[in-house]
């Protein structure tokens, strides 16, 4: 189980008999009645579907995150914004995966991670627009291209359920 939204929505993944992935959202009623949208306003900045963000959470994705929270408690963290749906102009949604940094994962920062590097997973939440604070511009790398200079990346993907990583392009 992934995430709750106002305690009414879940993401949950399971497993079929092939071992690949299924996601729902439940209960899949309430999702399915939001109006979908290809993109939103929110806090000066304009944000659509596929483009990377940064979202203020009021708890670490993981137990063992670093980061220091802001004044209110609030934790960044960047996500790839997968869908978006709102009830009303107040109520809107955005369904995203997130990235991690390589020291918040179990195996840790290794030799072959870059200093800007990420890692895209598929854990996936259901996040209210209003903690979505701006754009980041993340690129993704082949395993056989040299990272540009100061430019942030991902070039694995970490797939929770499985506990494991892989390379498959999943941009």
Request: charge should be positive.
């Amino acid at each position: 189980m992934y995430k709750h939204l106002d305690g009414q929505l879940n993401v949950a993944s399971t497993r079929t008999p092939t071992m690949t992935p299924v996601i729902s959202i439940q209960p899949e009623s309430i999702w399915n009645a939001l109006k979908k949208y290809r993109n939103f306003m929110m806090n000066g900045g304009h944000f659509s579907v596929h483009e990377y963000a940064m979202f203020l959470r009021r708890q670490p994705l993981l137990p063992k995150e670093p980061y220091t929270p802001n004044s209110n408690g609030e934790i960044p963290c960047i996500g790839r914004i997968l869908e978006i749906r709102a009830k009303d102009p107040q109520h809107v949604y955005v369904r995203v995966y997130w990235l991690y940094r390589p020291e918040d994962l179990s195996e840790g920062r290794q030799m072959h991670h870059g200093k800007y590097e990420l890692i895209a997973t598929n854990h996936m939440e259901i996040v209210d627009a209003l903690r979505c604070m701006s754009l980041v511009e993340i690129i993704y790398l082949a395993h056989d291209i040299e990272p540009p200079q100061n430019r942030v990346y991902w070039r694995q993907h970490y797939n929770f359920m499985l506990q494991k990583f892989s390379v498959s392009s999943f941009s």
